[in-house]
Structure formats: structure tokens, C-alpha cells
């Protein structure tokens, strides 16, 4: 894989991180062929299993939500169950927020990249969810909290996602992380702007730590020409969703644009490429908890 230098990438002008997509994505590209020897290359790059198209929804009180996992289309990758992108400048799609409702058996993670939330629970605990804050919230026995927005206009722009508790833990006693933007590593490695929400990748460890799944959580961002590669353990799931432009994911590149999930194979390293103005993904990994699931709402 060709590799340019920082200052290649750097001439190529840097990446707008509130970058807005103004169309809607393009139909899905289908997934790659499977390559011969249990989706591993060579260099154990993993290759795409298939390309999810996220589906327009609402949820809490109203918010318009982007779904690209936890729908039809996707219903869970273990051990993920959901994955929502709000993403919008009108506050009739998201002033409505999510009142008061429960959680238990899982963990919720927020991630805000532009706007406000402020988070409230049943037992006393407040907090402000700011751009580029995070906030990993361990459901376990059970909380009943609100997010709701904090500003009346402007861009709100963040995910919720989901992941399960084994069995044994499902009723543990709740735990939040509550997570400023300056504690999460915020890196450049060969051209790629790499924030590290969970695990640890190019010698910089997350903030999220104590999670059952062992998470890695990270915001990737590539201008054109740059290319990026991270290695995992080769047994989590893992998938790619795009925010903004477009990648190419795996050894056979295939493009996933914004809008779009991608379901990676398992093995030993993620790769990417971008040859699009730029692309901006969410990568996620967690060690999958391998039991049934029943889900009912907040319950799981
Ligand atoms: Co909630």
C-alpha cells in the first residue's frame, strides 16, 4: 500500500471536520467477493463482508436518526445492537430530544461531534455533552435518564451506539464515563487524523477503560492519497461507518460512502484508503459476546 508522506497530506489541504454531506448517499456498492481463505489477505487485511445503507428514523420524542445498525437491514453485530447518527441544523429534528426512559442490560455510548446535550438520570447524576466529548454510560442493572438537547439552533451532530453485557454482568451496578474532548488522544499518523475514543492504536490508549467487550472506538479522518492501516485483535467484529466522502475499506478497496456501514471480516488488521476529496469513518471493534439476545426497547 502506498504510503505519502505527513507533508503530502498536509499540502492537500486539510479535512473540514463539521463537514456536512448535502446529498443523499448513493445506493449501496454491494459487498466484495470473498476472498479464497476465510476473508484473509496476505497482510490480514480484512476485507468487507457487506455494505449496510443506514435508514431514516425517528426515535425518543421525534429525533430524526440515521440507522445503520439495529435496523432490518442490520438487527445486531455482536456484541454491537445499535448504531444512530443524528446529524441535522434544523432543530425540529432533534428539539424533541429523549425524555425520561430506561436502560438495562447493556451499555449506551454517545459521541457528539457538533452540538450540546445534557444527560440527566434517575439517581442524581447531570452532565453536558459538548462537540467531541464522549460519554460511555454501562447500563447494567438499570438507570432512567434524558438527553436532551442544550441549544435551540445549530448543528447537532453525534451517535449513540450500543453494546451488550454477557449474561453474567447484565445486572451490575451502572457506571458512566463522562468524557471531555481533550482527554481523547487526537493524532495524525502518516496523513490520517485518528481520535482514539477506546483501545489503543500508534501508542495512544483511549479514555474508555473497564469494558467487558475490550472496545476499540476510533474517528478517522483521510483527505486524498492517504492511506491508513491499525491492527486489531482478529477475533472482535468490527465495522466502518462513514460520516462524510468517502473510503475505500479492505484489500480489495471496496468504496463505502457516506451514509453507509460496512461490515468487516474478521482478522488482524483494518485497512483503508481514501481517493475520494476526503472520508471520514467511525471504526468500531468489540470481542463478541457469542449468547443469545433478547431485546425488547431499552431492555436487552
Ligand atoms: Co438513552
Redesign the pocket.
Given at each position: 500500500m502506498t504510503r505519502i508522506s505527513r507533508r503530502q497530506a498536509l499540502a492537500a489541504g486539510t479535512v473540514g471536520l463539521a463537514g456536512c454531506r448535502t446529498e443523499a448517499p448513493a445506493p449501496s456498492a454491494g459487498p466484495e467477493a470473498p476472498p479464497a481463505k476465510a476473508g484473509l489477505t496476505a497482510d490480514g487485511a480484512r476485507g468487507v463482508e457487506r455494505i449496510v445503507e443506514a435508514t431514516r428514523t425517528r426515535d425518543?420524542a421525534g429525533v430524526k436518526l440515521s440507522r445503520a445498525l439495529g435496523g432490518r437491514a442490520l438487527p445486531m453485530l455482536d456484541p454491537f445492537l445499535l448504531l444512530d447518527e443524528f446529524h441535522s441544523d434544523d432543530p425540529n429534528d432533534y428539539a424533541a430530544g429523549?425524555p425520561d426512559?430506561p436502560?438495562r442490560g447493556f451499555e449506551?455510548v454517545t459521541y457528539m461531534l457538533e452540538g450540546a446535550m445534557e444527560h440527566r438520570d434517575s439517581v442524581g447524576n447531570a452532565g453536558r455533552l459538548g462537540p467531541r466529548s464522549a460519554q460511555w454510560?454501562t447500563a447494567g442493572r438499570g438507570i432512567v435518564?434524558?438527553?436532551m438537547p442544550k441549544q435551540e439552533r445549530g448543528l447537532m451532530w453525534g451517535f449513540?451506539l450500543w453494546v451488550n453485557l454477557p449474561r453474567a454482568r447484565k445486572m451490575i451496578r451502572p457506571r458512566y464515563q463522562d468524557i471531555a474532548p481533550g482527554l481523547i488522544p487526537e493524532l495524525d499518523h502518516d496523513g490520517a487524523r485518528v481520535r482514539i475514543v477506546a483501545g489503543s492504536a500508534f501508542g495512544a490508549t483511549g479514555p474508555v477503560s473497564g469494558i467487558d467487550v475490550e472496545p476499540l472506538f476510533f474517528d478517522v479522518t483521510l483527505s486524498r492519497g492517504v492511506s491508513f492501516e491499525v491492527p486489531v485483535p482478529t477475533d472482535h467484529s468490527a465495522f466502518a461507518f462513514v460520516t462524510d466522502g468517502a473510503v475505500r475499506l479492505g484489500p480489495s478497496r471496496a468504496e463505502v460512502r457516506a451514509g453507509q456501514l460496512a461490515v468487516l471480516r474478521k482478522g488482524p488488521r483494518i485497512a483503508a484508503t481514501c481517493d475520494a476529496t476526503s472520508g471520514r469513518m467511525i471504526v468500531l471493534a468489540g470481542k463478541p459476546i457469542g449468547e443469545p439476545v433478547a431485546r425488547g426497547g431499552?431492555f436487552v
Open positions: 425518543g429523549f426512559h436502560h449506551t454510560m435518564h434524558s438527553e449513540q431499552p
